[in-house]
């Protein structure tokens, strides 16, 4: 994506569907640098379980270690093979998945950290129009770490998306500018083996309903059938 002009003006857009849930689009400049390493130790994800309704808060502590960087010139790392497609963890655990982006292939541990619910109030200097009315927003909060030997800087993470709790998806916010609650972007520079960064994507649900889970369904997975935070 074109990095955008901060000069200029938030622009959001709003789309709408006439059949289920109302969907808009999610994405931001990327100019925003993503949050420090963290130094927490790393711990695998635990086994993949059957994807279940919870009303536990959905909130959890990434399990990620930030080490050394490894030589641009290491040999590859060994293939990562994900979990199956539909497999559900909980919001916390750390999923091991095989990454590429361009030209770039390597390899990565995702955790979707927490669901943030916001508030209505947040959206005001976005200046939505009507069809926003009655919508809460929520925020995605994950976390990407390198276990590959592949440097993958500025290289970035898409297909994540929000369920709300009759598992339909959430509609999307798309913003092109900054919006200070909840900023996504591209990975750093030198974003080499044992590195990490945080992100945030927006999202939305009707009042009468709440996001309740958040799936990633980037390839080998697709659509409806990836791996799914509950």
């Known amino acids: 994506m074109k990095p955008i002009d901060r000069s200029r ?12 849930a109302l969907t808009l689009a999610a994405c931001n400049d990327g100019g925003s640098a993503p949050n420090s390493a963290t130094s927490a130790p790393f711990t695998t994800p635990a086994a993949a379980r059957t994807a279940t309704a919870s009303s536990a808060p959905l909130t959890a502590a990434p399990s990620i270690t930030a080490a050394a960087p490894t030589s641009s010139s290491a040999a590859p790392a060994p293939a990562v093979s994900g979990p199956a497609p539909g497999t559900a963890v909980k919001i916390g655990d750390a999923v091991r998945l095989p990454f590429s982006f361009g030209g770039s292939e390597g390899a990565i541990a995702l955790t979707v950290t ?26 995605i909060h994950y976390q990407v770490t390198n276990i590959g030997d592949t440097d993958l800087s500025f290289t970035n993470l898409s297909h994540i998306r929000g369920l709300l709790s009759n598992g339909t998806r959430a509609p999307d916010l798309m913003v092109f500018g900054t919006f200070a609650k909840c900023s996504d972007g ?27 889970a958040v799936e990633y369904w980037d390839d080998p997975y697709t659509f409806n059938n990836g791996i799914t935070w509950e």
């Open 9 to 20: 003006r938030t622009m959001v857009l709003v789309g709408l569907t006439t059949v289920g």
């Open 114 to 139: 927490s669901i943030e619910k916001g508030d209505p109030a947040d959206l005001a200097s976005l200046k939505l129009d009507d069809n926003t009315k009655g919508l809460v927003p929520y925020y």
């Open 186 to 212: 591209k990975m750093p520079s030198e974003f080499t083996n044992g590195k990490s960064a945080d992100f945030c994507i927006p999202v939305m649900s009707p009042k009468t309903s709440r996001v309740a």
